[in-house]
C-alpha cells in the first residue's frame, strides 16, 4: 500500500483530497519514518497542518498516531524525514525546545502536579515573582480569568488539581498550554479517552472555542469518529505507519471511517487465514 499524499506537489488521489499550497500551512511533516529497533511505527509518512486548522489524526491501536506526536512535539527524533514549522526546517532534541519554537502537546494527567492549585498549576515554571515572593494574588486573578474566559468552570482555582475529575484536568492542561501567547501548535493526544459525556463535551468546546479564535492550529488524536468529525475540519487515517486517507470533514462521514477501518481489519484476517491455509 502507499501513501498517496506527496506533499511535494506530486501526484494527488481522490482520497487525499485536502491539499493546499504550502504556504498555507503552518507544520509539515515531510517523508517522516520511525524505526524502534526491528519495529516501523511510521513510514514515508506526509502531513500538513493549515493555519487555525483542526486536523483529526485517526487509526487503530498501534497505528502509530502518537509516535508521530511524539516526533512533533521534539519528545524523540525520527528516524528520517523533515519538519517545517511556517516553512523553515526544525530539530527539535527536546520537548521544551518545540514548546519554546511554539508547538505544544497535551498527554491526559501527566501534565499537572497534583499536590499543586489550579493557579500554582496553570502558572508552573513561568511564575510572575516580585523576589522573593510569588505573585499569589496575580497568579489566582489571572487563572481565574483566563479559565472563564476559555469557558472552563470549576468551582475554585484556590483547589488542588488532585481534587478534580480527569476532564477538569485535561481542559486545565489544555488552558494552559494555550495560554502561552507563543505557543502555534497545540497537540492533543486522545483527550477525549476515558470522559465522561460531559467532560468529553468540554474538551470539544474548548477546542472549538480555540478554532474560533482561529490562532492556534491543532492535532487532535481520537477514536471517536463522530466526536472527530464534529470538531475537525479534516481527517488523517494512519494505518500500519503510513497515512492512507486524507479528507476534509465534510467530504466524509462516520460510515466512511469506519469502514476504511473494518477493510483493513477483513485484509489483515484474510491474509493470515491465507498463510495458515499455506503453512
Ligand atoms: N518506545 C517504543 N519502543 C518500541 N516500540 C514502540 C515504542 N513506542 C511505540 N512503539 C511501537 O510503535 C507502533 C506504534 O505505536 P503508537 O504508540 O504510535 O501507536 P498509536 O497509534 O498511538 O496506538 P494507540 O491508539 O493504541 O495509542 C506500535 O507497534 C508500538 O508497539
Ligand atoms: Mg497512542
Redesign the pocket.
Known sequence: MTSDNDLGGGTVSSEVGAFSTPTDDILRVEHISKR??A?T?LVDVNLRLARGEVLGLI?????????LLKIICGFQPPTSGRILLEGREVHFSSVQQARAAGIDVVYQDLALVPQLTVYHNMFLNREPVRWPLLRNRVMRKLSREHLDDMGVHLPSVNVEVASLSGGQRQAIAVARSVYSENNKVLLLDEPLAAMGVKEGAMILDLVRGLKERGNVSIIIIAHNYGQVLEVCDRVNL?QGGRITYDKYSSETSVEELTERVVAEYRKALEERQREQRSA
Open positions: 524502534y529497533g519495529v511505527a487509526g487503530d491501536n498501534g497505528a502509530g498516531k502518537s509516535t494512519l
